[in-house]
């Protein structure tokens, strides 16, 4: 009996060349899921951490305006002009309202000597004489808490808080007061994105943050 001529593993050559056809075929398949998946394919938490945290309007600095000269005792007494009183920066005295300006009464304020020290060192430039725009916080994420999706659309909690960015924004904002905001999120060609706009309930990112919750 003729012995059979064999190879690799005992096997016949074209029982050797399937296999390798096998192998090779079983690589092609591997190397192209590898490419046709990338990590923003999958909404994870920690994918929505880094897109929120990425965020423009997430990363946006708030704004004081802070505003001297006449004005009625609506704004001044507003809790922001009462804090900024307590901690020195302004003075004022009251005055009769001008016709177009109610409720009365009427308040002349300025700024103190450390006021003006303080609010200089912040914003050097006044929008003009009597008007100062101050960044005083900006937003630190803190985590995701949630993450519901239906089909190509998600909503994502999350918790944030504001750190400040100087001394007007220490004594205007509490470091230790958390939010809770929900962001919609939508899956395009390339991955999840944080929607633009969209109605509510899933809301773009501005309204998000402007519709936080205070947490206890």
């Keep these: 009996m003729e012995i059979l001529k064999t190879h690799m593993w005992g096997q016949p050559p074209s029982a050797v060349r399937r296999a390798k056809l096998g192998f090779f075929t079983l690589a092609m398949i591997y190397a192209f899921s590898l490419t046709a998946c990338s990590p923003r394919d999958y909404l994870t938490r920690r994918l929505a951490t880094d897109l929120i945290a ?6 946006t600095p708030q704004q004081f305006i802070l505003r001297t000269g006449v004005m009625s005792n609506k704004d001044y007494a507003s809790p922001e002009y009462v804090i900024l009183l307590h901690k020195g920066w302004i003075s004022a005295t009251t005055i009769t309202c001008p016709k177009d300006l109610t409720p009365a009464p009427c308040w002349d304020v300025l700024l103190t ?3 003006v020290d303080t609010v200089h060192a912040v914003a050097p430039a006044p929008d003009d004489d009597k008007t100062f725009t101050i960044p005083v916080a900006k937003r630190q994420l803190i985590s995701v808490t949630g ?3 239906q089909g190509g659309s998600a909503v994502v909690e999350f918790t944030w808080k504001w750190a400040p960015l100087n001394e007007v924004g220490a004594a205007l904002y509490a470091t230790d007061q958390r939010f809770r905001s929900s962001v919609g999120f939508r899956q395009y060609d390339d991955g999840w994105r944080i929607v633009p706009g969209i109605p509510r309930p899933v809301q773009p990112m501005g309204d998000a943050l402007e519709n936080a919750e205070p947490m206890s």
Aim: charged share 15%.
């Design 54 to 59: 990425a965020s423009e309007t997430f990363n």
């Design 113 to 115: 000597a450390s006021g």
């Design 147 to 149: 993450i519901s999706k």
